[in-house]
């Protein structure tokens, strides 16, 4: 027997949260008040087109409200504002390019990094304690422009989601890294080539083309006790025989840089290397890509790091596997 059942949907406006904490209006296309007459499966497939419609209207107001904020943010230029919603895109392009060639005071440059950054271990791996630029330093907050104190935007004195997940991962497995070389890709502050000396690693070479960065790692061991090598050439794309181990940390940040770094990955896991990557989910890293990685860990991110990183909550671990 067909049970009748009476479907009355009365909301004026039904909203929903988004992770911004913006209200969104939803279910925009239905009207107000309606009254049907329909059978369980009809119900059934009412709620369903109601879902779909529901979770369309908040997508597309979510999106359009990140743009704004994403537009809103930009035209400040601050450093904040850079590190928030720039950085994908820039940071693929120096990641890719040689950086200047004007010669670099390293004295004054590790003086200035000192002068800039804060002691900290408020972050997944507070075994290592890292110089990192945090809201309580004045150059967080300061516009960006032709006065700007480094040459190139810091983006070594931010401890990414990717790399936190890469550096925990590394300490809690040394028996992946133990007595092995290592080379951390586009190092950054260094915390992952730092991990992997702390845990074991015959060797750990730090490589990222923004010389700044190479003197923010070294200030990093040192404070650390550990001893890193450090390369400016852009490796991408060598053959890295001289390597057992390549870390990938938060690289995959769009098409583009992720078009160059898949091929060359495949080339260096054919010939056996191990490699890791830590994302939080990058556009970079496409369903497609992930047919050659295997997740190894998935960490939850704290509070303020899901903050300053645009809402992700997540960082996975993946191991790069050869196609043969």
């Known amino acids: 027997m067909n ?3 009476i479907v ?3 909301s004026p406006k039904l909203t929903c949260q988004s992770d911004r904490c913006h ?3 939803a279910f925009a296309a239905v009207p107000t008040t309606a009254t049907t007459t329909t059978t369980d499966i009809a119900w059934r497939s009412l709620l369903s ?11 597309d107001q979510r999106q359009q409200k990140q743009q704004q904020h994403r537009r809103d943010e930009t035209s400040e230029t601050s450093l904040v504002a850079v590190v928030r919603y720039l950085i994908p895109c820039s940071l693929a392009a120096k990641r890719l ?12 440059e ?10 900290s271990r408020h972050h997944m791996a507070p075994e290592i304690a890292l110089h990192l630029i945090t809201q309580e330093c004045s150059i967080y907050h300061q516009p960006i422009g032709e006065d700007f104190c480094f040459r190139t935007e810091p983006f070594w004195g931010f401890f990414w989601p990717g790399g936190q997940a890469l550096t925990r991962f590394i300490l809690d497995n040394k028996q ?7 080379l951390d890709v586009g190092c950054g502050c260094g915390a992952s080539a730092i991990a992997a000396r702390l845990i074991g690693a015959n060797a750990a070479t730090a490589n990222d083309i923004d010389p700044t960065a190479l003197q923010a790692a070294l200030l990093n061991a040192e404070l650390n006790s550990v001893d890193l090598e450090i390369s400016s050439r852009n490796l991408i794309g060598q053959p890295c025989d001289d390597f057992d181990v390549v870390l990938i940390g938060d690289l995959f940040y769009d098409a583009e840089i992720a078009s160059v770094l898949s091929p060359w990955l495949a080339q260096l896991a054919a010939k056996r290397k191990n490699i890791y990557i830590g994302d939080p989910g990058r556009h970079g890293l496409t369903e497609k890509r992930l047919w050659n990685m295997t997740q190894l860990a ?27």
């Not at 087109?49 to 997508?59: I, L, P």
């Not at 390019?97 to 004054?108: C, F, S, W």
């Not at 960490?299 to 043969?324: M, Q, T």
């Open 176 to 182: 992946l890294f133990a007595g092995k070389r290592v």
């Open 110 to 119: 590790r003086k200035l990094i000192l002068r800039n950054t804060r002691i």
């Open 8 to 10: 009355i949907l009365h």
């Open 23 to 25: 209200k969104l209006e």
């Open 3 to 5: 049970r009748q059942v």
């Open 298 to 324: 998935r960490y939850r991110l704290p509070p303020d790091v899901c903050i300053e990183n645009n809402g992700f909550s997540h960082a996975s671990v993946w191991e790069f596997k050869s196609n043969s």
């Open 97 to 108: 390019h040689p950086a200047a060639d004007t010669p670099l005071n390293l004295g004054a």
């Open 49 to 59: 087109r109601c879902r779909r419609r529901f979770k369309q209207t908040a997508n």
